[in-house]
């Protein structure tokens, strides 16, 4: 059959691929295209470009063009791409819910790349630490509806180990998931509105906010609309998946419960800005770049001041210059930090205004009032929100675990004297919010009911570990075992009147943000008489906020059986010398430690 213009399907096909491929070149040299106006979106959103490694007629259709001509870049410009590059080339990892289907029919866990891309559903193969899944959520901004976390406590009955952990992205794990249930348990999390996708892998992880959003009479501007906004924004395009490596983004209300924004790569902090150079006074959010501590450094302030309303298309606009310039040949220099270092800040913000199709509005810093109403405490224990008569309740988790008993516990508890909703947060713990002042020690006298605590004075309260070695082939010791332990000892020989966190992790991933902690442990391996042990090396003074600092480190390699005794004496230290209130943070940073492992 011939078509109306003189040409066949199958010649249309052909001289469309031609065209198709052709605009990819000149694209890529920066040529003008010569089908459509020129923009990356006048070529195909979905073409079929590049080579397999070991096919070249494998069909790429699904790759967007944005990432299809990042991989051409690269490899245009002589480097390889990555092994995870390539898979996503080769598989779209969007579309693989058959395949998981099949797998847990069989009962059998991803090989190869599979691993890397079963990710994309929030599914970790965490061999060979243990022969099972683990499974990452989406709640933006950490909220949870009592039904939900309810639902959870049957899903880790039915599909997993029967508990679930909190993590420092204000997001839940479950873990020891069995092959066959892989499928269940994503049903099972879809039934109660939950969702998985792009939770792993080179993803936008969990959006967090300020998690008394709407709750605090402190803060400048509620954040968790816009963290949704942007949870829902993400989902919905698909060129906003498979990212060179994966991307957090943050927005705080600066309000009284810090969400660590400056620690993500995309931080919007709420400041006050007096009228002046084009902009009208107000609250706006301030962007900052960069932010990834495990690698030492907090977010670049960059002036650039933006609307609430625009803070979602200028957080796209960035992700679309780092999908389009971020490093696909070296895993470990794919974050954006590493773009930013190689570009600069003005550079990759030109990029940025290219991409959105206006100038950014950047402004003095004098115009810019931040202020800083955290209190370290806000977290644990009780506290009024601003509607009248309500309070929210902090509630502390050894170790980040919830068992299924206290899901459920808490669900009831959240139902009964609260609004049905818990609040996670970025130190591993949750809020009961919306608790009316006559029923507040009944929730606490129910929280201490079921092995939990409100107790703003433990050593408990500051407490921050990633899943360690028990669970995590990167860490290189028992982290959460070793932090109980920890949090214990000291419990026993201290009373704090100043709140100091102590962070445990893992490996050089960093999950439990070592290096933000007052004290930050980071495991190592030991050799002691011939043998290798568990142990730390230790960092004091870390601290985030307008004064953020990278810890230092203060000892290297310290034996487990060791790590109470010393840490302990660093607390102790601190007690002794310090003048007045100062917090652990000030005397850290102010204080000379070179005389202090001879005191050990």
Known sequence: MVATNGFSKEQQAYLQGLMLGTDVARKINKLPVLSGSGSSNSISNSIQIGASSTNSQVPNGHLTTLHALAQQRCESSGKKLVTEEIAKRDKDALEMWDDIRA????????????????????????????????????????????????????????????????????????????????????????????????????????????????????????????????????????????????FNIAFDGSGRISSLAETNDISWNAVEVAQGEGLSAGVYFLLGLGGITGHGDFARSTNVLVAASECVAVSEAILKVFIQHGDR????????????????????????????????????????????????????????????QLHYVGVTVPAARLSNAQLRSVAEIANRYGSGQIRLTVWQNFLIPNVHEKDVDAVKAAVKAIGLSWDASSFHAGLVACTGNAGCKFAASDTKRHSLLLADYLQTRFQLNQPINIHLTGCHHSCAQHAIGDIGLIATKVEIEEEMVEGYHILVGGRTGLDSQIGRLLCESIPMENIPATVAAIIEHYLTLREGSISFAEFAAKHDWSGFNAAL
Not at 346 to 353: C, D, G, H
Request: contains cysteine; glycine residues 8%; charged residues 25%.
């Open 103 to 246: 797998r847990a029919a069989r009962g059998e866990f991803p090989k190869g790349t599979d691993v890397f891309l079963t990710k994309y559903h929030g599914l970790f193969f965490v061999a060979p630490t243990q022969n099972s899944f683990m499974c990452r959520m989406r709640l933006p901004g950490g909220v949870l509806r009592s039904d939900q976390l309810a639902g959870l406590a049957q899903l880790a009955d039915d599909c997993a180990a029967g508990h679930v952990d909190i993590t420092t992205r204000a997001n839940l794990q479950i873990r020891e998931i069995p092959a066959q249930h892989a499928m269940n348990l994503l049903i099972g999390l879809r039934d109660l509105g939950i969702v998985t996708l792009g939770a792993g892998a080179d993803n936008i992880r969990n959006v967090t906010c300020s998690p008394l959003s709407g709750l605090d009479a402190t803060e400048l501007i509620e954040t968790l609309p816009l963290a949704k906004e942007l949870h829902y924004h993400i989902l919905h395009r698909r060129e906003l998946f498979g990212l060179p490596r994966k």
């Open 329 to 388: 040949s070296d895993r470990k220099k794919a974050r954006l930090k590493y773009v930013l270092d190689a570009w600069g800040l003005e550079k990759f913000l030109l990029e940025v205004e290219r991409e959105l199709g206006r100038p950014l509005p950047r402004v003095s810093s004098d115009l810019i009032c931040r202020t800083d109403q955290v209190d370290r405490w806000a977290h644990v224990g009780v506290h009024a929100q601003k509607q009248p």
